[in-house]
Nanobody
């Protein structure tokens, strides 16, 4: 089992920044890829970014590339999502997820564990 706890959400004006953090505990040595997803009101949950624990390879959704940065700390077992130049359309509940797959994956079904989510609200 892997437990994930997100933090760092909040409200910010358009153009501002927020940093989300995901603390992983439990059998983290078995997880290879960590991802961030988000779900806006009335929409399905969507992939945002992912990173592999070992090599640090990253992948981003087109909508956030160049604005968001995912990083990991293998010692602290945390994965952060730095979000800059935020837009109102970034408003959503953001979820951290852990996958057993070695390569970066963007499909929700490939992630076995999920955090409870943290709300991000960007006002115009």
């Amino acid at each position: 089992q892997v437990q994930l706890v997100e933090s760092g959400g909040g409200m910010v004006q358009a153009g501002g920044s927020l940093r989300l953090s995901c603390a992983a505990s439990g059998r983290t040595s078995s997880t290879y890829t960590m991802g961030w997803f988000r779900q806006a009101p009335g929409k399905e949950r969507a992939f945002v970014a992912a990173i592999t624990w070992s090599s640090g390879s990253t992948y981003y959704a087109v909508s956030v590339k160049g604005r968001f940065t995912i990083s990991r700390d293998n010692v602290r077992n945390t994965v952060d999502l730095q979000m800059n130049s935020l837009k109102p359309e970034d408003t959503a509940v953001y979820y951290c997820a852990a996958s057993y797959t070695v390569a970066v994956v963007t499909t929700e079904g490939r992630y076995a564990y999920w955090g409870q989510g943290t709300q991000v609200t960007v006002s115009s």
